[in-house]
């Protein structure tokens, strides 16, 4: 079986399952080129926790964790089947690097997941298993979430960290009917260029050396599955691609990332 990339995704404004537009047509396209995966894990933004667990839930159902959207927004369903099988697993391979994790029978997707599930893969019927992020640990904690998880990626499994490359909803009335907020780019562009150069460090101390950290990113929850989506890569050598799908809203950069790894 081909070994997949580990990605980070960039899911948006609830909004983005009804009105996907460029981030819609990179994922299908991402999709396409991929090996079809046999189940994916998926480290979202949405879903916290004090301590690492992961949820073992058969059908895991479509959770709606937003409100004031459109009945229609409220309407999709993403019925892609769990696998607690897999979801054991993980919890093995975490426990056995110093991560002791719980598993959630009851836990489902949140947006954060079956929003840019529902582009990626539309006909759900591939196995996801949600995996909680704990940013109150700090980077190097998701980071290391990712290499525990990274053998997988040789067995079928589809590692994703999904949040946003920037996250600063307290701009969204400044932007979100024209302009663009100043830091997006200069942010982005550091991102990438650190990426590219696989400075794992500058990337865990984005705080103190990204331009405009604090304005692209006012908490932390939203960035740190790009660490996860790094550790997942399973080397120093990332293989970073970055795939720009645009900016929403002004302020909302919808970046998505696939990590090769160093090759085989």
């Known amino acids: ?78 019925p892609a089947p769990g696998d607690p099988a897999l979801a054991a697993d993980v919890a093995q391979r975490l426990a056995a690097a110093g991560l002791p994790t719980a598993q959630d029978p009851q836990r489902g997707l949140d947006h954060g997941a079956w929003v840019p599930l529902r582009l990626l893969y539309p006909d759900a019927d591939i196995p996801v298993v949600p995996l909680a992020l704990q940013p109150m640990l700090g980077p190097a904690h998701q980071l290391a979430l990712g290499r525990a998880l990274a053998p997988l990626r040789d067995d079928g499994v589809l590692l994703i960290g999904s949040g946003s490359i920037t ?58 599955p790009l660490h996860f989506a790094m550790g997942a890569a399973g080397s120093e050598q990332l293989g970073a691609r970055r795939i720009d799908a645009g900016i929403d809203a002004g302020m909302l950069a919808m970046d998505i990332y696939r990590f090769d790894g160093a090759a085989s």
Do not use: C, K
């Open 1 to 78: 079986m081909s070994r997949l990339p580990s990605l980070y995704i960039s899911h948006g404004s609830p909004m983005t399952a009804l009105n996907p537009g460029q981030v819609g047509v990179r994922l299908a396209e991402l999709a396409a080129q991929l090996p079809r995966p046999r189940a994916i894990v998926m480290a979202s933004a949405h879903w916290l926790t004090y301590q690492p667990a992961v949820g073992a839930h058969p059908q895991p159902p479509t959770i709606h964790d937003f409100g004031g959207f459109p009945p229609a927004l409220f309407a999709l369903q993403y």
């Open 167 to 224: 996250h600063n909803l307290h701009d969204f009335r400044a932007y979100h009917s024209g302009g663009e907020a100043p830091y997006v780019r200069p942010f982005v562009e550091w991102v990438e260029q650190r990426l590219q150069a696989n400075d794992t460090e500058a990337l865990l101390d984005y705080r103190r050396q990204a331009p405009y950290a604090e304005r692209a990113h006012p908490t932390d929850e939203h960035f740190q």
